[in-house]
Each structure stands twice: as C-alpha cells, then as structure tokens.
C-alpha cells in the first residue's frame, strides 16, 4: 500500500481549481485511511499556509469506507480551503485594533474553563435526588403558580370491535367503579380491545383524549364531566371512554402534574445556591491563603 500511494503522490501536482478536489489525491487519502505510518505529504496549499495528509486522515474515522472516505476527504479539504482564503482576506483588511484578538480568546478561555470547573462541581452536588418532601412543601407554598391554562384527567380509552364477547359484562364492569372491576376491564381490553389506552396514573389534556374519538363522533365535555364516562359506536367499533378524575382549566394543577417541573425548579435552586457559595468561600480562601493581593 506504501508502494502504490508513493507512486501516486508522485505523480500528483495538487492544485485547487473549479473542478474540485483531484480524484487522484481522493483515492490516496481513501487507500491510506487505514496506515497509521503512510507518508505525511501536503495535500493542499493557500498562500503559505499547508494542509497535510495526516490531518486530513485524522479526521476520518477508521473503518470508514472507501465512498465515505473520499467524501469526508473532499469536504474537510474544501472547508479548509476556504478558512484559508477567509483569514488572509480578515488580515489584509482588519486593522491591528480589529485583530488584536489576545484579549478576547484569553477572556473566553478563563470563562470556559471556570464554566466546566462550576459544571463538574454541579453535577456532582446535584447526583442526589431532590426529595419528595421538599417538592410538597414547595407545592404547598406556591400552588397557586401552577394554575391549569385547559382541563386535565385521568381517563381510560378502548375500541371494542362490534363482534367482541361478552359485551354485557364490559359494559357492567365500565360502568362500575370498584379496583376488580377495574381489573377485569383491563384483562378483557388485553384480550379483545383494538386499542386500549389506560391513562389511570397519568394525567393528561382533556383535549389529547377526545381527539383519540373518531371526528365524526361530538363528545360534550360538559356532559362528559357530569357523567363521567362516554360510550359510542358504528358499524365496526364501540368506543369507551371513562374519566378516572379531572381537574378543571384555571383551577389550581395536582401535584403528580406538576412534580416534574417542581423538581427541576429545585434543582435550579440548588444549582445558583451552590454557585453564590462556592464564589464566597474561594474569595474566602484566596484571602486567608495570600493568594489574593489589593493594593
């Protein structure tokens, strides 16, 4: 392989013109990907700046094959190219305050730098869960935050095909409100529904679960929220609809709703607390150190 990409690169004269990067030097970059020793020769130059073989090897990964190659290939030689032919026009035309960029790139590596020390310490102080505790009493103070903009329920949805067995006892166990016969209706709806969806411990929009009616069917909620269940049918299908509770828009939302965001409130919390307090005690330690000097 060394042998055939010598006498290759030999023959090249690598140039950058309309017609791209040259399918000779495509096919080099494609049959060395896997060299770890091949020749570091210069593939491309702008000015006097050199790409080399090496770099562009580097970036493709290995087990690439031999298309991939050539495209990755092609692509990282183009972008170079032209972040060549940018920063001489930025030089030639900036003036020295423009590119006296010392300042910024000291400035945005302190603060980079101080930004993944502050994450790193985060992370680790934030591994332990926020307790279930702290999220009810924070419900408690502040519920009257989380007010519903539209109605929520619990509910439970199945399509019953127009054949199915039984449909007496379904429409018995529907209708009750008991935990067996809960638990009847779900091993039946395992057994002969064509959908069932049990959203039971789960709270969702009131407008979610009456768009899994077909259209043509109008549901009142008015009168869904008075009687609580709902059941329709066609041709084919029977459509059961109970609601297990519901909460009403602009009424203050249950906990189990608004646990998840009530976590990651604390968690933020927690997050710019630590951060106030690892500010003070460095400042704290870098004076009793003598790290710290104010003339």
């Known amino acids: 392989m060394h042998i055939l990409i010598d006498k290759i690169v030999g023959y090249v004269h690598l140039t950058w013109g309309m017609f791209g990067i040259p399918l000779v030097l495509l096919f080099c970059v494609a049959c060395a990907n896997n060299q770890r020793e091949a020749?570091?020769?210069?593939?491309?130059?702008?000015?006097?700046?050199?790409?080399?073989?090496?770099?562009?090897?580097?970036?493709?990964?290995?087990?690439?094959?031999?298309?991939?190659?050539?495209?990755?290939?092609?692509?990282?030689?183009?972008?170079?190219?032209?972040?060549?032919?940018?920063?001489?026009?930025?030089?030639?035309?900036?003036?020295?305050?423009?590119?006296?960029?010392?300042?910024?790139?000291?400035?945005?590596?302190?603060?980079?730098?101080?930004?993944?020390?502050?994450?790193?310490?985060?992370?680790?102080?934030?591994?332990?869960?926020?307790?279930?505790?702290?999220?009810?009493?924070?419900?408690?103070?502040?519920?009257y935050n989380f007010i519903l903009p539209t109605a929520i329920v619990r509910a439970v949805f199945f399509i019953i095909p127009e054949s199915a067995p039984k449909m007496s006892e379904l429409r018995r166990w529907f209708a009750a409100n008991d935990a067996q016969s809960l638990d009847n209706l779900e091993q039946y709806c395992i057994s002969n529904a064509k959908k069932f969806d049990n959203f039971d411990n789960q709270w969702q929009e009131l407008g979610f679960i009456l768009n899994l009616i077909p259209s043509e069917f109008k549901v009142s909620t008015r009168e869904l929220m008075r009687t609580k269940r709902v059941e329709l049918g066609d041709n084919e299908n029977y459509y059961f609809l109970k609601l297990v509770e519901f909460a009403e828009e602009q009424t203050v939302a249950p906990l189990e709703y608004v646990k998840d965001e009530i976590e990651l409130i604390l968690k933020n919390k927690v997050k710019m607390e630590f951060e106030v307090e690892l500010e003070r005690q460095i400042n704290q330690e870098g004076v009793q150190k003598n790290y710290v000097t104010i003339y």
């Not at 170079?80 to 032919?85: E, F, P």
């Open 39 to 143: 020749d570091d020769f210069v593939v491309a130059k702008v000015l006097d700046s050199e790409l080399r073989f090496s770099q562009v090897r580097s970036f493709i990964p290995q087990g690439t094959s031999a298309d991939d190659s050539l495209l990755m290939a092609k692509n990282y030689i183009r972008n170079w190219i032209t972040k060549q032919l940018l920063l001489s026009k930025a030089l030639q035309n900036l003036d020295a305050e423009d590119k006296n960029m010392n300042a910024l790139v000291e400035d945005y590596k302190t603060s980079l730098l101080i930004h993944q020390y502050k994450q790193k310490l985060v992370s680790q102080k934030l591994k332990a869960d926020i307790r279930d505790e702290e999220i009810e009493q924070y419900y408690e103070k502040n519920k």
